[in-house]
């Protein structure tokens, strides 16, 4: 057995309990929403049988609108990881050379580990305000390498880039016969306009994404992969139908009546991550234990307890947690230190957020040496 379990999943909050968690800041998603917040209607008549293995039609056709590509360049996935499992698993073998910018969403890094491949980190840095460098990236391409994996907007960074790095990327890899898989989970989530889609961009450009953190419907477990590239496209759909054969019929209706009404559900869920993120702000510039680098895109931030305070990171947590009621997502869920941790803003309420955020503040305060 060479998969296993990510620190990120197996200390998840629904792991954990919900129920113990009083100010939930660990989440990367917009608030869940039930069937009624979305306007969705299921019949009793809806056929409960096996689906397009590909994913509905009605509902590829909405995601293939969404990317400028063709119905026939989509796979709905179990959630954009099972769509990250069913690329590396059809791209990569043992020892095959993977850049994978980091830190991120743990699965982009460990599934190519599990692997056996050659996975070289490009890692973000917050002295550069976490930003991505392209020719960085582009110097470190061999000619053997089989993909770079990036993602914006970044989790748990909140970090965006620009059209132009993308484009710069995406045509070095083609030049160098190399697949660029942009991780666009968060895409609706960009503080203005979404960045071009490395599927329109080149035949080796795959694209990922999912409902599950903009709308805030993880449970309807409903991703997509877009790519051009038909021989990639018969390679993984044959994984798929291996793993599960098709998705859930009740779930993929569910996204297609979500992505027919998207830009109307959006525009309410923007207008609550913009009051969020304001309080976000007017706390983390009125306290002085906490550096961050303000975020751009998707609905998190990476702060980390300033360099010059002393502290015990445990204790820290441990009287966050257990005094304040506070949950973040800890730096060793993102392969980085403690000190480091991820602040979900745009899920617990108004309220829920300052009160998680001051638990933060006073956890810092109540347990530093200096
Ligand atoms: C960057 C990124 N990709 C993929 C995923 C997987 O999400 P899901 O499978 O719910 O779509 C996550 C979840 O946190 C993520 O942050």
């Not at 770079?148 to 907007?153: F, G, H, K, L, Q």
């Not at 829920?352 to 955020?357: E, N, V």
Request: glycine share 8%; aromatic share 8%; net charge negative.
């Amino acid at each position: 057995m060479w998969f296993k379990r990510m620190l990120i999943e197996k200390e998840s909050p629904e792991q954990f309990g919900y129920d113990r968690i009083k100010y939930n800041l660990t989440e990367s998603s917009t608030t869940d929403k039930s069937l009624s917040d979305l306007g969705i209607k299921l019949g009793d008549d809806l056929l409960l049988c096996y689906g397009d293995h590909y994913g509905s039609v009605g509902l590829r056709e909405l995601i293939a609108k969404r990317y400028g590509a063709d119905k026939d360049d989509v796979i709905v996935t179990v959630g954009a990881c099972m769509a990250l499992f069913l690329v590396y698993n059809t791209l990569l073998k043992p020892n095959d050379h993977v850049i994978v910018m980091h830190t991120k969403y743990p699965a982009n890094v460990e599934i190519p580990r599990s692997l056996g491949c050659n996975v070289q980190t490009y890692e973000l840095k917050f002295e550069n305000q976490f930003r991505m460098d392209v020719d960085e990236i582009v110097s470190m391409l061999k000619p053997e390498t089989k993909l770079v994996n990036i993602t914006y907007p970044h989790n748990p960074t909140g970090t965006m880039t620009d059209a132009a790095s993308i484009e710069k990327l995406a045509a070095a890899c083609e030049k160098n016969g190399t697949y660029l898989m942009v991780d666009e989970t968060y895409g609706d989530l960009t503080m203005g306009e979404r960045l071009p889609h490395a599927s329109n961009l080149t035949n080796y450009g795959i694209c990922v994404e999912s409902l599950s953190k903009a709308i805030g419907a993880p449970g309807i477990r409903t991703g997509w992969v877009v790519c051009k590239d038909k021989t990639l496209m018969d390679a993984m759909i044959a994984v798929k139908e291996q793993v599960c054969i098709c998705g859930s019929v009740i779930d993929e209706e569910c996204a297609r009546q979500i992505l027919e009404r998207n830009d109307e559900i959006m525009s309410g869920i923007r207008a609550d991550i913009a009051e969020k993120f304001a309080i976000l702000c007017d706390v983390m510039e009125h306290q002085d234990v906490l550096d961050w680098v303000k975020p751009s895109g998707g609905v998190v931030c990476f702060p980390r307890i300033r360099p010059e305070i002393e502290i015990d990171t445990d204790e820290f947590y441990r009287v966050m947690n257990e005094k304040y009621g506070t949950f973040v997502g800890p730096g060793h869920w993102f392969d980085q230190d403690d000190r480091y941790f991820r602040v979900g803003y745009a899920w617990p309420t108004g309220e829920q957020l300052r009160k998680g955020l001051e638990g933060i503040i006073n956890a810092v305060k109540d347990t530093r040496k200096n």
